[in-house]
């Protein structure tokens, strides 16, 4: 009788224990962004009349920050050393902070000027908010907080996706 090889394949149909849910941590952070792009567009709807450029542009790389720690902290709580979760993780969080500010500047718009009016705007306009976005107005140029808060928010959740899910046990 001979010894059987050292490193055997599993059985055919089974697979080894896999560590984590990419999939649900991607969900779980694109829902964690919704709800922080929310609360981050109700504070400037309630604060924008109080607000100079620096506090705004200071809620805003705040809000991106915020956003990109949690998504990361969830990406890397749940899909653990999953590559491909923590690169979606960051993509959720840059689109939550342009949302959250797009968001933002549609509500305000709303306030001032009624719904009939920001329909009409959106009509003829669809894109205004992301244009709103890119422009600084007052400068006639382009605001370089908006790209920074996108940059802010990948960052910060790509890197505490990789911190906390390196430090994740495998099974």
Same mark, same amino acid.
């Given at each position: ?40 567009? =109700? +504070? *400037? ?7 100079? /450029?620096?506090? @705004?542009?200071?809620?805003? %790389? $705040? ?12 990406? =890397? +709580? *749940? ?7 923590? /690169?979606?993780? @960051?993509?959720?969080?840059? %689109? $939550? ?75």
């Amino acid at each position: 009788m001979h010894a059987a090889p050292q490193f055997q394949a599993p059985p055919f149909g089974q697979r080894p224990n896999a560590s984590g849910h990419p999939v649900g941590a991607v969900f779980l952070g694109f829902f964690a962004s919704v709800i922080v792009s929310l609360l981050y567009s =109700g +504070l *400037v709807l309630a604060t924008y009349k109080d607000q100079s /450029v620096t506090t @705004a542009n200071t809620l805003y %790389l $705040g809000h991106a920050l915020l956003n990109g720690a949690m998504v990361g902290w969830l990406i =890397g +709580l *749940v899909g653990h050393r999953n590559t491909a979760a923590h /690169v979606w993780g @960051a993509v959720v969080a840059a %689109l $939550g902070a342009f949302f959250g500010y797009a968001n933002a500047i549609v509500l305000v718009f709303a306030k001032n000027q009624g719904g009939g009016a920001l329909w009409d705007l959106l009509r003829y306009e669809p894109f205004w908010p992301a244009k709103a976005w890119w422009n600084d107005e007052s400068a006639n140029a382009v605001d370089w907080f908006s790209p920074l808060g996108l940059v802010l928010a990948a960052a910060a959740a790509w890197g505490l996706a990789y911190l906390i899910g390196s430090r994740r046990r495998q099974a």
